[in-house]
Every structure is written in C-alpha cells, then in structure tokens.
C-alpha cells in the first residue's frame, strides 16, 4: 500500500553500505521490507546476524522510527531501536541512513546505511 507521496517500503531489500564498527549489520546482511499502511516490518539474515526482525511506522518522507532483535551466529540475542531517514536515489532507489543504539548490552549508538538492491 502506498502512502501519500508515493513513498513505499513494500517488497523492497536493502543491502548495508556502511556501518560503525560496534554494529552487527554488515555488507552480508539482506534486509526484506513490507509495508501496511503506517506499518513497516523487516526480516534480515547474513553475516553475523543468524536471524533479526524489525518493527516501526513510517512518517513524514519515508521516516522510520522502529525496535529491532536479532540472533548472532554466535547464539547471542540482541534488541535496539533505530531511527532512519529516507533518500530516494536518483535512479528511485531509497538510501536509508540510520541512527541506532542497543537496549541491550553496553546501549552502544551508531550510524549505518542500507541501500535498495539493484
């Protein structure tokens, strides 16, 4: 379902571009996004990451406030919460530059980027 302005997060993957060196999201690591309305929802895999899911709304231009967990590979489980803002490429692919921190662990923060699969 598309939202107003055309933004929408159905059926998307993404792929991280870049993180900070205390993330576990890595250029292995495939998001699959899906979109009802406000609601957005991801499944992710590879890498370090076993198995993760994320949950949030979506906002004003394509911004995303969401929770995350995920399974390492090592077995450990890992909760956060992210906030993303939205860059549609010049070729309609969106860009999502992130601002993240653990609610878990140390409660680390930092920055990622995920980019549309081609």
Known sequence: ???????????????????TENGDVGDETIFHYHQNGDLVW???????VRKGH???????AGALAFTYHHV???????????QSTLTVLADGRYRLDEDWRWTCGDGGRGRSTIEEKR
């Open 1 to 19: 379902m598309t939202e107003p302005g055309g933004i929408d997060y159905e059926g998307r993957v993404f792929v991280s571009i870049a993180n």
């Open 42 to 48: 991801a499944d992710y895999a590879g890498g370090s």
């Open 54 to 60: 994320l949950l949030g709304t979506v906002g004003a």
């Open 72 to 82: 390492r590979t090592d077995g450990r489980q890992m909760t956060g919460e992210c």
